[in-house]
């Protein structure tokens, strides 16, 4: 697999000139100042490429390029937004960037309760705490009907815990679930928002009445209407998956199992329509063994997340390190490299070590443990290339 790295363009801290150094070859990386479904310009596609050629990398996978919410519940801009969405795709086909990755959750994107959950070796790492999330949910957004998702059990810990939490308290669990790891991924909600927690509120809204089944036909819809343009500019598209991949907030969530991608694979039926193999996303569902499902969907893959994270007891989970837990990463490179040895790869997160925390990174992205990671894994590589050159 190539080896590839999620760089926030200019303004990262973590610089290509680093990422050099480092063993990097492909750069994973979006537009991220162009606002969600405003069309991406030849010549602002054109520069980043250029930029990253300068320093002897390329622009592998585009990292994502966002589906607004009215493509996801069906709103009246949709087609417009579709039509912006197919001429941004053209313009990445014609500068030869080919693997574009997006995900259809709606509203919310990846959810932690914790950005620094701490390690005994001083390190630390995202977290999803059930509790932490149901409070967010219930105390917080106060969102009706919700106490039907939770168990008696976890309603009493809530209880609890509204005794104890300080404001503050209350602000960090708000910045982790729908600030600090939304802003830069879907752009919903960004940092310095006013009131996040009311945008979020009228952000569900929209999808009241809004179910699996419709939304899943409106993925079909969306993927229907791009295929045509992947197909004339070679352009893979791969869904990234549900994460966790199980239904939040009263939100329907359709990529988180065998089942679901079997459903979207099978909805639009043409190898340009294709899944991100994310094993931490995935490894999160307790249904879900990653193995199967790679050994299963290689073929479809166009790029691969490599993160693993370990089942904690009350249905939390940790990311844990690359070489643990239920990601199963060894097992995963063994099936991608005989199946799909050209793949774009890149490690997803990391830990915060070293100093990481002073950086400012995004949360997750940090660099010496995202480094370490990389590491690990070009080892786990090495190791399965010379099995396969051996004709093992
Ligand atoms: C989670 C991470 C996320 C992901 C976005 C894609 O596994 O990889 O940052 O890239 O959710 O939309
Ligand atoms: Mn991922």
């Not at 990253?52 to 519940?73: A, D, M, N, T």
Request: proline share 4%; with cysteine.
């Amino acid at each position: 697999m190539e080896k590839t790295w999620r760089w926030f363009g200019k303004k990262d801290k973590i610089t290509l000139a680093m990422l050099r150094q480092i063993g990097v070859e492909g750069i994973v990386t979006a537009l991220h100042e162009v606002p969600n479904g405003e069309i991406w310009t030849s010549e602002a596609i054109e520069d980043l490429k250029t930029y990253i050629e300068s320093f002897g990398l390329h622009w592998s996978v585009v990292e994502s390029l966002p589906v607004s919410e009215p493509i996801k519940y069906a709103g009246a801009e949709r087609d417009a937004l579709i039509e912006n969405y197919k001429v941004s795709l053209a313009n990445l086909g014609k500068a030869g960037i080919k693997t574009v990755c997006y995900n259809f959750m709606p509203v919310i994107d990846w959810i932690r309760t914790d950005l620094q959950h701490p390690w005994e070796d001083g390190t630390s790492s995202l977290y999803f705490d059930k509790v932490r999330f149901a409070y967010f949910d219930l105390k917080i957004l106060d969102r009706k009907g919700a106490e039907a998702d939770y168990s008696p059990e976890e309603l009493r810990k809530v209880e609890e815990l509204d005794k104890v939490i300080t404001e503050a308290e209350k602000d960090e669990l708000v910045d982790a679930i729908i600030v600090k790891t939304q802003g830069f991924v879907n752009g919903n909600i960004k940092e310095g928002d006013k009131n996040p927690v009311a945008i979020f509120k009228r952000l569900l809204a929209l999808y009241e009445g809004i179910d699996r089944a419709t939304l899943r036909e409106n993925m079909r819809y969306f993927l229907s209407a791009i295929m045509p343009v992947c197909e004339e500019h070679g352009i893979n598209m791969c869904v990234h998956p549900d994460d966790p991949p199980f239904q939040v907030l009263g939100l329907p969530r359709i990529v988180t199992d065998e089942q679901d991608i079997d459903w979207f694979l099978n909805a639009v039926d043409n190898p340009h329509n294709g899944l991100t193999f994310c094993a931490g996303s995935l490894s999160a569902g307790e249904q879900n063994d990653t193995r199967k499902l790679a050994r299963k969907f290689a073929k479809r893959t166009h790029f691969v997340h490599l993160r693993s994270t370990k089942a904690m007891p009350g249905g939390n989970f940790i990311e844990s390190s690359h070489l643990e837990g239920r990601g199963h990463l060894i097992d995963l490179i063994r099936i991608f490299e005989r199946e799909n040895p050209e793949l774009p790869m890149r490690v997803d997160h990391g830990r915060m070590m070293l100093g990481d925390e002073d950086k400012g990174y995004n949360a997750g992205y940090s660099f010496h443990g995202r480094m370490l990671a990389l590491a690990q894994v070009e080892g786990m590589m090495a190791v399965v290339d010379n099995e396969l050159r051996n004709g093992k």
